[in-house]
């Protein structure tokens, strides 16, 4: 095993822990780390001791010693995590494609129909995957949905249906219970 790198550090203990309250959680890791070496700034630790006791890759270790020893607190400050882009569908589009999801009488089947509408409608082109992962984390959609319910289905024949193959059952059911006792 090869002898730990040695670097001063030009910032005292107390302005690094100031440097850890006061910075992002992306960067306050630099900054826990940038601590450890200076408490071990005249004996050395290795990169592997330091991301074991931080919790992080030794190699995201090696590289911000090195932006420290190459460019200081500035160059460690730097970071290029951008975050989320920014949705493709803006409020209105959002706005009219909740209320097509909602709605118990739109006849779309799938993802697939839901693009082309969506397509058609607000003359886009999104591609599919990109459109089927926004649909599932903001609206909770799913692809497999119960059956659609006729437009033109009679309520009224189907609770008439129900009332008499309740009693049809019960019937049949009390026919098998004689048949059983015999």
Known sequence: MSAPKLFTIK???????????SSTPIISKRFQALLIFKRHEKTGISKREVADEIGVNHNSIQTWRSAYTSG?????????????????????QEAALKQKLNDPSNRIVGFVELLDWFNTTF??????????????????AKIKVARKVHLKKDIIAVEAFKKTSIKSAKKLSQKTKKKIKQ
Not at 73 to 92: A, C, E, M, R
Not at 127 to 135: A, D, E, I
Request: charged fraction near 30%.
């Open 11 to 21: 910032e005292s203990e107390n302005e690094i822990k100031k440097l850890i309250k």
């Open 72 to 92: 200081g607190i500035k160059q460690l400050k730097q970071h290029f995590n951008t975050g989320y882009k920014p949705s493709f569908i803006v409020g209105d």
């Open 123 to 140: 003359n886009t082109d999104i591609k599919y995957k990109t459109f089927h992962g926004l649909v599932v984390r903001k609206f909770k």
